[in-house]
């Protein structure tokens, strides 16, 4: 998906000028926009975001693909670089009344099979883009012509920022910023994989998932795992 299209975001903006916009959440230095008679969203980044070249490296390096982000029509770009993106809306897993980390809705509208494939996919996307997603959890999830996509696309780490807090030329942050990118980083991917594994697929991770090493182990487990979840 490397030839992702590319949105000019001022001719975008003007196409969508005479449509009724909703702005559904915004945080600091995005906000994400629905557009009911085009059944589209689209998430806007403010202007040299430092973490607006995550996305496209992802695309780039072949993290995301026609299966789990082929709701994705496209990258905002202007002439400071990328600026967003624009999606076709999904099925939301997440169940009224109840935490937007709760996966019993995904449960029930995803069989075994898809969710044990998903999360193997995951993994070896991984490994080749040489970072995984850090918050995977259902509100950074929907489910689009029968795949299961991420939405939140600069939810990704590389393994260096991940497991040695050290930063690639994509991550344009500093790794002493506020929010803590290292630290928050390994404490997700250690607590959303444990936490998929566990209430998806009926799989007990016993240690942290701490190291690159321990990442593998977990996929080894994963893959071990008949489609009843018992040892193969």
Known sequence: ???????DFDDFLNSIKNDEVYEIK?????AIYYIESKNLFFKIWVQNWTQSKIANYCFEAGFYDNKNANSIIGILHDSTGDRGYVQ??????IEKGKSDKCW????????????????IDVFEKSFIAKGTYTDLAPCNI?????NINFIDLESFRSFEL????????????????WWKP??????????YFKSYLCDCLDINIKFEIDSIENFKNVYKILKSRGKNGKSN
Do not use: W
Request: aromatic share 10%; proline share 2%; glycine share 2%.
């Open 26 to 30: 915004k945080k600091r230095e995005r």
């Open 142 to 146: 929907i489910l689009y012509n029968d």
């Open 88 to 93: 076709h809306s999904g099925i939301c897993p």
């Open 182 to 191: 290292h630290e928050t980083a390994k404490r997700d991917v250690n607590k």
């Open 162 to 177: 991940i497991f040695e807090n050290k930063r690639k030329e994509y991550e344009n942050f500093e790794l002493d910023a």
């Open 1 to 7: 998906m490397s030839n992702l299209k590319k949105i």
């Open 104 to 119: 019993d809705q995904f449960i029930r509208n995803t069989t075994l099979e898809k969710r044990k494939n998903f999360i």
